[in-house]
């Protein structure tokens, strides 16, 4: 039902008139996107979607990374409606808290490491990691040692899109358009074997690469640096995926200079890499965890922070209050949806199916793209892929300019039926965890057509 007085917004070419006229959308050039004309998605149903015109697409991205027990979960919806009735608001300030933020806390705690027993909710990713600065901050200056509040970050990294999330990613428009980063973030290169690794093994190349952090606390000074930040895969920055030796080096170089560790699990967490976080698949011991997208699976906006036991016991042995929080910090509605979202993870053994069945099939079947003459790398961990689309598959050379065969290639997705994600030239995704084998091969299949068009396109056989 339309809510629009004017005319009854009921297809296609009015809804797009009115998204031009009146919605400004994220991450979007809005003059291109007017001449276009958006894309207007009306529903879903497990992995696949629907446009306005009836057109159905396989989901390769579960929405933005998020939608990871897929679409149509009656459980989900159910949760939210009885929320609804039962207590649709109240807030966790001045001593006050209900059962649904209550719950989920607990259930959090258990389905994170033994070291991660609190957790402070937001409504999303970008707030949990502006969260995190204030933590860390907070943190040291209770330690006694303000002067500790560098955070080094990564470049490609994303973390969210507010000031202090946009400055801990490392994408120079973002920086660039907001006079960012705010001050005291640092940033390192990532470990980008395939763009950047050059002559280097993965393995030399993910040694050196973790060094640039030891190299970068020396020259700050580790009595300045106060935490490391990174996503366990980097996502947004084109599914980068570290060397097996970065991670242990990384966390041996957090331990010796005693600078927190932060690990991202907004997209990793949740079973994306087939287990339930990316620090239990590259065994690091997180002080901080901002997590979001997979806890509600997208079906309300929630996020939070887990936090460690060292952070946790010093905040609360203090006595004194953190001057940090969001009217809806642990929003009932949202929390009842993530919690019914983790039971359903657990109870149906998603993440489990995706460790020892889906996720090997999808990497098998994944790894013969590398075949193409388009395609320089097929790389990923469990349900997080990506091809890396290069000019030149033995010398690595990329296209130039970067993101023009990307857009391309995904252009032809959309119109085969598929959405797939381009990073530069890297096609990505990130599907629902539910995917079966034969959704898995249906996916190969659309991505060898789609491959192969932009190929002849290009005039590359
Ligand atoms: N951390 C990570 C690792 C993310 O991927 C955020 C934090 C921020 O979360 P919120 O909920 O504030 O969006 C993200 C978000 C893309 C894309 O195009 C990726 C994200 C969001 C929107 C688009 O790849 N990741």
């Not at 958006?38 to 990374?65: E, F």
């Not at 075949?371 to 892929?385: N, Q, T």
């Not at 290069?390 to 032809?412: H, I, L, S």
Request: charged residues 25%; proline residues 5%.
């Amino acid at each position: 039902m339309s809510l629009i007085k004017e005319r009854p917004a009921s297809d296609t070419l009015s809804w797009r008139a009115f998204d031009r006229e009146h919605h400004l959308h994220p991450f979007t050039d809005t003059k291109a996107l007017a001449e276009e004309g958006c894309r207007v998605i009306t529903r879903a149903d497990g992995v696949y979607i629907w446009d306005s015109d009836g057109k159905r697409l396989l989901d390769g991205m579960a929405g933005l990374w998020c939608v990871n027990v897929g679409y149509g979960r009656k459980e989900l919806a159910d949760a939210a409606y009885r929320q609804l009735l039962e207590l649709p608001y109240y807030n966790s300030f001045f001593k006050t808290s209900h059962p649904a933020a209550i719950e989920l806390a607990k259930l959090l705690a258990d389905v994170t490491a033994p070291h991660l027993n609190h957790v402070f909710f937001t409504n999303s990713g970008s707030e949990a990691n502006d969260t995190v600065i204030r933590l860390v901050r907070r943190y040291w200056d209770l330690a006694g040692k303000p002067e500790k509040h560098v955070i080094i970050s990564r470049n490609d990294a994303y973390h969210g899109s507010t000031i202090g999330a946009a400055s801990l990613s490392g994408l120079k428009p973002m920086h660039e358009q907001g006079h960012l980063p705010i001050p005291g973030i640092a940033h390192i290169a990532p470990p980008y074997w395939y763009r950047d690794g050059g002559d280097l093994s993965p393995e030399q190349f993910g040694l050196a690469a973790a060094r640039w952090l030891e190299e970068k606390i020396n020259e700050l000074g580790a009595d300045r640096v106060a935490a490391f930040v990174g996503e366990p895969v980097q996502g947004a920055g084109g599914v980068i995926v570290p060397p097996e030796n970065y991670w242990p080096e990384i966390q041996r170089i957090c331990n010796e200079y005693d600078v927190l560790l932060i690990v991202d699990e907004v997209i990793c967490g949740f079973g994306r890499l087939g287990a339930w976080f990316g620090s239990d698949h590259y065994r690091l011991k997180p002080d901080l965890m901002p997590i979001a997208k997979g806890l509600s699976s997208g079906y309300l906006p929630i996020g939070g922070v887990m936090v460690g036991d060292r952070l946790a016991d010093l905040f609360i042995a203090e006595g004194k209050e953190f001057a940090h929080g969001f009217t809806y910090s642990g929003h009932p509605v949202a929390c009842a949806v993530a919690l019914a979202n983790i039971a359903l993870l657990r109870d149906e053994k998603i993440i489990e199916n995706v460790k020892a069945a889906t996720g090997p099939y999808l990497e098998k079947r994944w790894g013969e793209l590398a075949e193409h003459p388009l395609v320089g790398e097929a790389r990923g961990v469990g349900f997080v892929r990506a091809l890396e689309l290069v000019k030149n598959k033995t010398t690595r050379e990329f296209f130039e300019p970067a993101g023009e065969v990307g857009r391309m290639c995904r252009d032809f997705c959309f119109d085969n039926g598929l959405v797939m994600r381009a990073i530069r030239d890297a096609m990505i995704i990130s599907p629902p965890l539910i995917m079966t084998k034969e959704h898995i091969d249906e996916l190969i299949e659309l991505v060898n057509k789609c491959l192969d068009l932009t190929a002849k396109e290009l005039g590359i056989s």
